[in-house]
């Protein structure tokens, strides 16, 4: 079984940061790509950003500039420094993974539970 918990949600006024984390725990042999999606109240959940176990990233257009997905591989660990906040960032941000458990069998999708950002104007 493997767990995600994202952590460092909060209230921040427009043009503030914030960094978010997702820990991953569990029967772990090994991580490929780790991503975030972001859902806002009445909208379909989104992607937002996504990082490689070698370290490559994409960015949903809105965020580029502004957002800097990154992991350590050592601790299961993906963040997400989220810069010049908008009150249109305002969403709860879900971190997703593809976990291999055993080796030698297909990886599995795994979602932590969310964590909510909210930027005031």
């Known amino acids: 079984q493997v767990q995600l918990v994202e952590s460092g949600g909060g209230l921040v006024q427009a043009g503030g940061s914030l960094r978010v984390s997702c820990a991953a725990s569990?029967?772990?042999?090994?991580?490929?790509?780790m991503r975030w999606y972001r859902q806002a109240p009445g909208k379909q959940r989104e992607f937002v950003a996504t990082?490689?176990?070698?370290?490559?990233?994409a960015y949903t257009t809105s965020v580029k500039g502004r957002f800097t997905v990154s992991r350590d591989n050592a601790n299961n660990t993906v963040y997400l420094q989220m810069n010049s906040l908008k009150p249109e960032d305002t969403a709860a941000y879900y971190c997703?993974?593809?976990?291999?458990?055993?080796?030698?069998?297909?990886?599995?999708?795994?979602w932590g539970q969310g964590t909510q950002v909210t930027v005031s104007s």
């Open positions: 997703n993974a593809y976990v291999t458990t055993i080796v030698g069998v297909r990886p599995d999708d795994y």
């Open positions: 569990g029967r772990i042999f090994s991580i490929s790509a």
């Open positions: 990082i490689t176990s070698g370290g490559n990233t």
